[in-house]
């Protein structure tokens, strides 16, 4: 069972540089969602989709664009990366309300 | 807007003692909470989850949570803490429509002593 899949697992961005984190989830959920995580904030939600073709903005959406083409995939992509998203990134599926988390994305943008 | 309030950024328990972490909810109804747990490096894991029905739940690892909705909390708790329990742990609320988005908390880090 592959669940989720988040690639990379590290990246170091220049500041202003574009890319796209990928998430990939092989239990056909309609619901997928991206957080961020940073030391003594939790995670907070970026954006989020009920289904293929629908997406909405989450807690703190600035800075990120999603799309979502299939069920499977969720990329989320940073225009024109700052230092301050500098972050850990969670993709996560749900299935009802339980979610399903991959192993993240370690991000630095220098 | 519902939010997720975890008052303890740090506890320290030595090995064998009991565990309770605390969280406090702020929701409009009957909310879905959750517990998950994250090793360093890793993502979560889901602990245990209260949807409805009986206020004490049983999770994963020998965990427990109760759902008192006069005190708007959901604490979690062990009788007997391992030294694998260090790890940080989330608590979480989801709205029941909308979406059902997932509100974090912003976590209690447990250190265990040997």
């Known amino acids: 069972n592959a669940g989720v899949t988040q690639t990379p697992k590290f990246q170091v961005l220049k500041t202003g540089q574009s890319m796209t984190l990928q998430c990939a989830q092989d239990m056909n959920h309609e619901y997928m969602s991206w957080y961020r995580q940073d030391p003594g904030m939790g995670l907070r939600l970026i954006h989020y989709s009920v289904g293929a073709g629908i997406t909405d903005q989450g807690e703190v959406p600035n800075g990120y664009n999603v799309s979502r083409s299939t069920t499977e995939d969720f990329p989320l992509r940073l225009l024109s990366a700052a230092p301050s998203q500098t972050s850990v990134y969670f993709c996560?599926?749900?299935?009802?309300?339980?979610?399903?988390f991959g192993q993240g994305t370690r991000l630095t943008v220098v | 807007a519902q939010s997720v309030t975890q008052p303890d950024i740090h506890i320290t328990v030595s090995e064998g003692a009991s565990l309770e972490l605390r969280c406090n909810y702020s929701?409009?109804?009957?909310?879905?909470l959750f517990w998950y747990v994250q090793s360093p490096g890793q993502g979560l894991q889901l602990l245990l989850k209260?949807?409805?029905?009986?206020?004490l739940v049983q999770g994963i690892k020998g965990f427990e949570a109760e759902f008192k909705r006069s005190q708007s909390s959901f604490n979690l708790r062990k009788p007997s803490v391992h030294w694998s329990d260090a790890a940080e742990y989330f608590c979480a609320v989801a709205s029941t429509g909308g979406g059902n988005k997932l509100t974090f908390g912003t976590g209690t880090q447990l250190k265990v002593e040997l």
């Open positions: 209260y949807f409805s029905g009986d206020t």
């Open positions: 996560a599926s749900k299935e009802n309300t339980e979610a399903f």
């Open positions: 929701y409009g109804a009957t909310p879905y």
